[in-house]
């Protein structure tokens, strides 16, 4: 089914996949999206003595066609991160199946229903799981990567100075460096270069040589905060429990309270995450550097469902679920000044055991301007730096409720609060 003009079938795909992930706080809803059809349709033309027996045919094809059809729904986050790629692997995967499949933006989530023969649904819901699964760990890697390039920089030669990697090949190369690779290919001036570690340096297949170097950019090493239980070498985090009689617990119950003094607490978990934590304080000494003054950092609350807590717990907030070019204030993360605006059903979306969770976080505000429709990084300072940002963006200036950060590593979720109506 062709889609209406003047709007192409292209751009309301496009649309589709830059409107925000509902789950998240800040944005609107969607229609739903039906792809471009390439199910040629079956023409029957049923001929007989009577007018019952036609009939007859006529009820026993239909109900056959019914029984041997399905539709089966697949929701996940990650499939608002779909890009062109993926569309034209479900086009082909639609001809090539020949199903239906329509994109859903549900209340708090997005979907892809599939329609057709029951053993076509169920084949291309396994190509469509296995793409959803890339497309995670893509953007899992690209999450890594960027955490990884505030702590190590990987550098190579460049007449008289040194020009850094991008993120991604930065990750190689520490990777590399980490599993003692003697030789890794990456690629510098879209060149390929064969880098030999231990020598640090890089070598094209026409023997050129680049000299490469890697810079650590912590320093002295970073403590964790003193009252964290210990763990051990391979946690990658650990959820502390704590009692209503500790005074952490209280301090985050009562700022919780303050706006949402009808809702029972069911339990407030600290999070201790190493490493999420160092790359915070390296970027908290940043900013405290770059804005001479030590006051960038407020305790603010985000919502979100239960099933995304483990992500968050271990990789930190994600600002690629936020939405793209159609988020009300800039395409980052939200966080909340009061904890009932991140309390919301449609942020924190009840479990089955209709618990819901907010986190309260640390997050690096710093120096702010008002957000706007389609940011994707906060605007300049000044017309004559371009380079000089803002640290984040609100809805009010003078009166904050919300902050949207651009950058992961921004923000440290601290504590998690579940809780019940």
């Known amino acids: 089914t062709s889609l209406p003009e003047p709007e192409s079938w292209w751009s309301k795909f496009t649309s589709f996949f830059t409107k925000p992930n509902r789950g998240n706080e800040g944005y609107t809803t969607e229609k739903d999206m039906i792809m471009e059809s390439t199910v040629p349709p079956a023409i ?14 006529v009820s026993w094809l239909s109900t056959m066609i019914v029984n041997e059809h399905t539709e089966q729904s697949i929701d996940d986050d990650s499939i608002s991160c779909f890009g062109e790629r993926e569309y034209q692997q479900l086009k082909e995967l639609q001809k090539q199946m020949q199903v239906i499949i329509t994109f859903q933006n549900k209340e708090n989530d997005s979907a892809v229903q599939v329609c057709g023969l029951t053993r ?25 990567a960027e955490l ?8 190579y030669k460049e007449k008289d100075t040194f020009a850094s990697f991008d993120n991604l090949t930065n990750f190689s190369l520490e990777q590399g460096y980490n599993e003692k690779k003697k030789n890794i290919v990456v690629e510098i001036r879209k060149t390929p270069f064969t880098v030999d570690i231990q020598n640090m340096k890089a070598i094209s297949f026409r023997g050129n040589e680049v000299i490469i170097k890697r810079v650590d950019k912590r320093g002295a090493e970073i403590a964790v905060p003193d009252h964290w239980e210990d763990m051990k070498k391979d946690e990658h985090y650990r959820s502390v429990t704590l009692q209503p009689t500790q005074q952490e617990y209280q301090d985050v119950e009562k700022a919780f ?7 029972t607490i069911v339990k407030i978990e600290r999070i201790q995450n190493p490493a999420l934590w160092k790359n915070y304080q390296i970027r908290k000494e940043s900013m405290d550097n770059k804005n001479g003054n030590i006051n960038n950092e407020r305790l603010l609350f985000h919502g979100t469902a239960t099933t995304s ?10 600002r690629s679920y936020a939405g793209m070019n159609a988020a009300m204030l800039g395409n980052g993360t939200y966080f909340a000044v009061g904890a009932n605006y991140s309390a919301n059903d449609t942020y924190s979306k009840p479990d089955t055991l ?15 301007c008002r957000g706007q429709n389609g940011m994707i990084v906060p605007p300049p300072k000044s017309a004559n730096d371009p380079t000089d940002l803002f640290d984040s963006v609100t809805d009010n200036i003078a009166l904050p409720s919300m902050f949207i950060i651009f950058n992961d590593i921004q923000a440290y979720p601290e504590y998690l609060i579940t809780f019940r109506r």
């Open 44 to 57: 029957f033309q049923i001929c007989g003595e009577y007018r019952n027996n036609v009939d007859n045919t």
């Open 120 to 144: 076509d649904v169920l084949k291309a819901c396994t190509s469509i799981q296995k793409m959803i699964k890339e497309v995670r760990d893509e953007q899992t890697k690209k999450r890594d």
């Open 148 to 155: 990884l390039s505030s702590i190590v920089e990987w550098q």
């Open 257 to 263: 309270k303050v706006t949402c003094a009808t809702f």
């Open 309 to 318: 807590v483990q992500v968050i717990n271990r990789h930190g907030f994600n």
């Open 354 to 368: 209709r618990h819901k969770v907010v986190y309260y976080a640390r997050v690096l505000t710093g120096q702010f």
